[in-house]
Nanobody, 120 residues
């Protein structure tokens, strides 16, 4: 079973930066699709950014140009670099791993969540 441990959340002022980290316990991390989701109070969880096993990335329109997702397979870790933070980025951020179980099916695993608060 895959376990995901997140770190790096906290309080930051508008315009500031944070980097979130997600470390996975699996031994085939390079095969996982990795993503970051966020959920603000009273709102649905939404995809923020994702990186596939081949390195391709995609981002929510609201964070393009400000956030960067990356992965270090040697460290079993995915990152979300967040720059130019805005108050509307305030949410609980969750790491997600998409782990293949068959050629055409996957299982989702989730981190515990880390709070990001952007406020002056």
């Amino acid at each position: 079973q895959v376990q995901l441990v997140e770190s790096g959340g906290g309080l930051v002022q508008p315009g500031g930066s944070l980097r979130l980290s997600c470390t996975a316990s699996g031994s085939i991390f390079s095969m996982y699709g990795m993503g970051w989701y966020r959920q603000a109070p009273g709102k649905q969880r939404e995809l923020v950014a994702a990186v596939s096993s081949d390195g391709s990335t995609n981002y929510a329109d609201s964070v393009k140009g400000r956030f960067t997702i990356s992965r270090d397979n040697a460290k079993n870790t995915a990152y979300l670099q967040m720059n130019s933070l805005k108050p509307e980025d305030t949410a609980v951020y969750y790491c997600n791993a998409k782990v293949p179980v068959t050629i055409r099916s996957w299982r989702d695993y989730w981190g515990q969540g880390t709070q990001v608060t952007v406020s002056s």
